[in-house]
Structure formats: structure tokens, C-alpha cells
């Protein structure tokens, strides 16, 4: 018998597994829809620590999952969401930064009890090892290894931004998960002593950890549904590879497949709002009309150069998103440091990426709330996903002060040297289809790459004519509503859904689950990953999800040792 059956091997469900299965007497099985990756198997593009090339395998991600980014925007978008053993921590950009201990007050006052920022530290303590830094704030003895990159290797760009910037009053500061304030940092990163990218399935699913004869993991298989009993969660219904059906039964099933496909397995169970199942014919088991409700995202654009030969990166397999400046909007209702902007020394993998040098914008805790929607019950088909971004006029407003913040910057007579042709961009749908490996497409990038190197005063035509289709910085600045519809039509996110399965109050009918993950109104369920959260953080929210993780575990095994006792 399972005595934890876990749905999903991203980066919580790999920890709530290497934690779990510490108590021999508890047997473990861990579902993952991906393949398996481990400190033998991962591949040169998964090892390295510039991570350009990880997220763009088709083999690494729902294939066909989508996603409308805001009520502007053309058409849905591919949305590349993990699906390998892992999860996000497999392919993301490695950074491992916590937010501010303002974002954990706020999921308590919005009703996760318990969940404030004295009773998260401790978890964001437990899980790293700072190799850096010590105090009260650092941890030693935790499965993921953070450090800086050197200054050595700093690209000459970034170290040419992060001085303008300094001359515009943000002070460099030396530690990310430091002190919360305004400044510019070396960002803080997750790699081994080797250098190499360290996911999950990697630092907490040891080979050791994979050697307990208590822990099962079952990988290339999909979740149709959770099974209940008279209210009561029995285990689940898989699909193997081969499409066969299979039903696993367990005392508790913890459901971890992220902010897109939790939901969506809760709904495909019975676990969601009443009418809208009904609709499709599932037979309610819960009507939690929360659940897909308050999709979060950090919405994002970005400012763009050309490199000269010397502002480019000596390193080329060094971490690209190697500072980062953090600093506060002004505008109404918003937290201090709101705003993030990651710099990077290249902006891409290939040829073009290593020219472009960025400061990719992000509002930090954006206010903004979308929804998911099932379209079918058929676990094979994706949900309809919405983050109707913008559509709360701050983060609107944010965004174009990005824009001219960034413009500021990246024209500055201190960077002449590193950099040109200052330009609008974002990972729009047409930038990910330039992006994608292959004969034809690096054919094409090589030569606008030798043609951007030889263009000399013909750069700047051939940029605004190739890479922006006509727009330019100069026309944005200077028209208000030419900056308004830039943004609507090119906003973005940055891979870090969250939110809807939030955890609340029991009377709160919105909430999905109570502080401890447990699904509210039936028994024996949990949720654990970054769908638990309130309100987004102010970070990129792996680190988050692996400290909710560490946390959600420890309240398993209380719950469990009071039982027994």
C-alpha cells in the first residue's frame, strides 16, 4: 500500500519525495509525466549553467500547452511550462532568490496561517547552502548550493550597466537574499561545486535518496484523476506512455503538477467550480469555485543593444542573467521594490542572443489576476489559460516605466563603448520561432549576425527594419499611446505562474486549500506547489516552491506523528 502518492515531479514533488520517504516505514510513489533526469542522465544542455538552450526542447515542456497573456494580446502563445523530472528547476534560468519577508506576511494576512516571513525563513534556511554568505539569513547544510558569479566573470556590459546605474543613485549591494532594498546585485544562483545546474531530481533525489527501497518513481505518465471514496481521496487514475489506464491507491495523494495542471487535475476530479463541471460533465465532488482562479504571473518587457566586440561576454557558457536592479515604481498601492530588471550578457543561445545585450523588466508582485479553464475532460488536452495581464492599469503603468527606465539606461554616454542601437523588445512569439534549433533558422541568424557586425551607420536601419518591424524607442518615448499599445501587445511573462489553488481560511470560499495544503472540503487530498500561493512573491518562484515544499513536509510528517501517537 502507498502510504504517499505524489502527482507531480517538479521541483516541489521531488522534495515532498526525498523528505517523505526519510521515514522508512512510509511508502512513497512519486508520478511524473516527463522523463527522468539525474546526475548521470542529464544532458550537456540541462548541466550547463547558462541555461539558453533547456527551455527551448520540445522534449522538456508541454508541447501544446498555451497561453493568452493579456486582452491586447493576438493570439495565445506557446507557454513553455516544465514537464520532466524536476520540473522548472530543470530548465529555468537558476536563479535562487526568496522575495521579499513582506510577500509571507501578506500570504498570512490573506488568510495562510502561518505562513508569515519568521515561519518561512527557517524552510529557506533548511533548503540551501550559501557558499557566499553567512548570518542569520544564510543556510549550510541545504540540497541547493547558491553562490554569485565571480567578478572575473561578469561580462564587460553588465559591468558597464551595473556603473550607470550606480551613477544613477542604486547603490551596488552584495547580497541578493540579503537585506530587502533598492540596488543593483550579482545575482544569486543554484549550481553544484562543478558549476553545474543542480535541478531537484538531482540535489534532493540523490542516487542515495533513489536507493530507499520505500520510494517508487514512475515517470512518462499523466494523471487523469484523483480517486474518492465516500469524500475521501483513494488514490489516482495514470495513463502510461502507451496511453493504458492504471489506478493507484494510497493513503494520502499530494497533488504537485504546478499552477497550470494541478488545477486542472483538481477540476478533472470533481474539485472545482459546480457549474462550469457540470458543463462537462464531471460529477462535483467539491465546489471550490476558487480553483484556476487568481493566476498570477509577473508580467514583463524589456530594453535591448547591440554589442560591440567589447561589451560582449568573454565566457560564453557562463550564467547569462548575471545582475539584477530591484527598485520601486511610486505607483499607488504598491510594495517598496517593486519592480526587477535582469541584466543580461547575452540574450540568447545562438549567434544573434551572444550580440544582444538586455534588461529584461518584470513587476515583481503585479496586481493583475487571470483565470484557467478546463476545455475537456480528456487529461490529454490542455486547459484554457488566461493571465489577463495589464488589466489592472499599475501594471500597465509599470511597464512603460520599465521601458523608459531601461532606455535611460542603455543610452547613457557610460556604455558607448559596450553597446548601440538601443531597441524595444521581448520574447515575443516570433523571437521563440527565431530561437528554435535548426539548419534553416541558424543559417538565417548567421547571417544577420555578419551583416549587424559589418553594417557600421547602417546598423541601426537594419535592427528597426529585421529584428523591431519599424518601432522604435524614439517613437515610444515620444508618443504616450504608442508606448501604451507596444506594451498591451507585448507583454510577457517570465515562466512564473502561480495562485490557483490558493491557500485561505476554511469559510473563505474562494481559498482551495487550507495552510497546510489540504484541499478544502474532502479528505486525504493536498496540493503543494506555487499554485498555493496567495500573492506572488517578488522573486523568480522556484526557490519559493521548494520552501513551501520543505514546509508542506514537515506539517505531513506532524500530522502523521500525532496520528500514531
Known amino acids: 500500500m502507498i502510504d504517499y502518492l505524489i502527482l507531480g515531479g517538479g521541483s516541489a514533488g521531488c522534495v515532498l519525495a526525498a523528505r517523505l520517504s526519510e521515514d522508512p516505514d512510509k511508502q512513497v510513489c512519486l508520478v511524473e509525466a516527463g522523463r527522468d533526469i539525474s546526475l548521470k542522465t542529464m544532458p550537456p544542455e540541462i548541466r550547463s549553467r547558462y541555461p539558453g538552450r533547456a527551455y527551448l526542447d520540445v522534449g522538456n515542456i508541454w508541447q501544446r500547452l498555451t497561453a493568452l497573456m493579456s486582452s491586447h494580446s493576438a493570439a495565445e502563445r506557446r507557454y513553455e511550462q516544465a514537464r520532466i523530472l524536476g520540473g522548472g528547476s530543470a530548465i529555468n534560468a537558476l536563479m535562487t532568490n526568496r522575495g521579499a519577508p513582506a510577500d509571507y506576511d501578506e500570504w498570512q494576512r490573506l488568510g495562510a496561517e502561518g505562513w508569515n516571513w519568521q515561519a518561512c525563513l527557517p524552510y529557506f534556511l533548511k ?5 557566499d554568505f553567512s548570518g542569520p539569513l544564510h543556510g549550510h547544510q541545504g540540497p541547493v548550493r547558491i553562490r554569485r558569479t565571480p567578478e572575473t566573470f561578469l561580462s564587460p556590459f553588465v559591468k558597464a550597466v551595473m556603473s550607470t546605474l550606480g551613477e544613477r543613485g542604486f547603490a551596488r549591494k552584495p547580497d541578493q537574499n540579503g537585506a530587502w532594498e533598492n540596488g543593483v546585485y550579482v545575482g544569486a544562483i543554484g549550481v553544484s561545486e562543478q558549476g553545474e545546474r543542480i535541478p531537484t531530481s538531482v540535489c534532493y533525489l540523490t542516487d542515495e535518496v533513489r536507493r530507499r527501497s520505500n520510494l517508487t518513481l514512475r515517470t512518462h505518465c499523466t ?9 475521501r481521496a483513494v488514490g489516482a487514475r495514470i495513463l502510461g506512455q502507451d496511453g493504458i489506464a492504471e489506478e493507484l491507491y494510497a493513503g ?3 497533488i504537485c503538477a504546478g499552477a497550470i495542471h494541478s ?12 457549474q462550469e463541471l457540470a458543463a462537462l460533465g464531471i460529477a462535483v465532488v467539491a465546489d471550490r469555485p476558487g480553483v484556476g482562479g487568481n493566476l498570477m504571473e509577473h508580467p514583463s518587457i524589456a530594453v535591448s543593444a547591440f554589442l560591440t566586440k ?19 515604481s511610486g505607483q499607488p498601492g504598491t510594495v517598496e521594490s517593486d519592480m526587477h530588471g535582469a541584466i543580461l550578457s547575452r540574450s540568447g543561445w545562438h549567434s544573434m542572443g551572444y550580440r544582444l545585450g538586455t534588461i529584461f523588466f518584470w513587476v515583481n508582485q503585479s496586481c493583475s489576476r487571470g483565470r484557467l479553464h478546463l476545455r475537456s475532460v480528456d487529461p490529454t488536452q490542455e486547459p484554457e489559460v488566461n493571465f489577463n495581464m495589464l488589466s489592472d492599469p499599475r501594471d500597465l503603468e509599470r511597464l512603460k516605466q520599465a521601458l523608459r527606465f531601461g532606455a535611460g539606461i542603455l543610452s ?11 531597441f524595444p523588445s521581448s520574447y515575443s512569439p516570433r ?13 538565417l541568424r548567421g547571417v544577420l549576425s555578419l ?3 559589418i553594417a557600421g551607420p547602417l546598423r541601426g536601419w537594419l535592427i528597426h527594419r529585421l529584428v523591431t518591424q519599424g518601432v522604435t524607442l524614439e517613437k515610444l518615448l515620444a508618443d504616450d499611446a504608442a508606448l501604451t499599445r507596444f506594451v498591451r501587445s507585448n507583454v510577457g511573462g517570465t515562466w512564473h505562474p502561480s495562485g490557483t489553488c490558493r491557500m485561505g481560511l476554511v469559510d473563505d470560499r474562494q481559498a482551495v486549500t487550507l495552510a497546510d495544503g489540504r484541499v478544502i472540503g474532502v479528505d486525504n487530498l493536498r496540493v503543494c506547489d506555487a499554485s498555493l500561493m496567495p500573492s506572488i512573491p517578488c522573486a523568480n518562484t522556484n526557490v519559493p516552491t521548494i520552501m513551501i515544499a520543505e514546509r508542506i513536509a514537515d506539517l505531513i510528517k506532524a500530522g502523521a506523528q500525532k496520528k500514531t501517537a
Open 223 to 231: 494523471v487523469d484523476r484523483v480517486l474518492f471514496a465516500a469524500g
Open 451 to 453: 551583416l549587424l557586425d
Open 263 to 274: 488545477p486542472a487535475v483538481l477540476m478533472r476530479s470533481g474539485i472545482g467550480p459546480a
Open 127 to 131: 533548503l540551501e547552502t550559501d557558499s
Open 310 to 328: 567589447g561589451g560582449r561576454t568573454p565566457f560564453a557558457d557562463e550564467h547569462h542573467e548575471q545582475a539584477i536592479v530591484r527598485f520601486s
Open 252 to 254: 494520502e495523494v499530494i
Open 431 to 443: 523571437v521563440a520561432r527565431i530561437a528554435m534549433p535548426g539548419v534553416v533558422n541558424g543559417m
Open 412 to 422: 547613457a554616454p557610460g556604455l558607448v563603448t559596450q553597446c548601440s542601437v538601443v
